[in-house]
Structures are given as C-alpha cells and as structure tokens.
C-alpha cells in the first residue's frame, strides 16, 4: 500500500503526540489508536499502517538484544546493562539469548547496530579473508 504524504506526517504527529520524556509510552499508543479507529478520518488505515512502523522502529532502536554462548551472570549482565545505558541512555529493553554456535564472546544488536565480538564471527571474516586471495 502507498503512503501519502499526508498520512505520513499524520501519522508521526500521532507518533510524537505519543512520546513521554522522549519515552513510547503504551497508553498513550493505545488511546492514540482507539480515537483514530473511533473517529475514521479519511486514509486513516494508512495513516494507522505508518504509525505501526514508526512504532516497530522504535521498540527496535530501544530494544538490546544480547547473545552469548553461556548464561551471563548477574554482574556481567549488568556491566553489559550499564554500558549500553551509557551509549544510548535510560530505558533500554533487554533480551539475554543463549546461542551456542557463537562458540564464544558476545553479541549485542540495538536497533540496526551490531556489536559482535563472538568467535563464530571471527572465523567467518578469516574465512572470507582466505577466500577472497584464491
């Protein structure tokens, strides 16, 4: 479905209208989208279809996903906690994984950056180095 441009910018103003102290706050989501469904303005499923975006990115960006081999323990999960806080602020969502073809390290995803520190990707780049001087 296209997006017009209007229902775009309706839809990012509906977006902002539901950030609390620079925060996604749920009810405001929910009462945003109760009186838009009540209401029925013309385009509203696109604007509705935007908004869903623009929500799944922001949970996205403030979502850490970290992957290890092991389970972490606590102080290591919070060193972890404590340093992403620190690159991208208060309010962060964490996932701890536990992936064993990792092999070893660590691998952490917020939004679309990536941090891997992991053995399984160090071998895949050593890999691909050999692969590229054949």
């Given at each position: ?13 509906l ?5 609390r ?52 323990k606590?102080?290591?999960a ?57």
């Open positions: 479905m296209k997006i017009s441009k209007q229902a775009r910018r309706s839809a990012k103003q977006f902002k209208s539901c950030l102290d620079g925060q996604l706050d749920d009810q405001n989501v929910r009462r945003a989208v109760q009186a838009l469904l009540e209401s029925k303005p013309r385009g509203y499923l696109a604007v509705l279809t935007h908004f869903r975006r623009l929500i799944k990115l922001e949970v996205q960006r403030r979502t850490a996903l970290v992957e290890t081999v092991v389970e972490l606590p102080a290591q919070q060193r972890i906690r404590n340093s992403l806080e620190k690159l991208y602020g208060p309010g962060l969502r964490f996932v701890f994984t536990q992936r064993p073809e990792l092999i070893g390290g660590v691998r952490v995803q917020v939004g679309s950056d990536v941090y891997d520190g992991t053995v399984r990707a160090r071998l895949d780049a050593l890999k691909a180095a050999f692969a590229s001087h054949e």
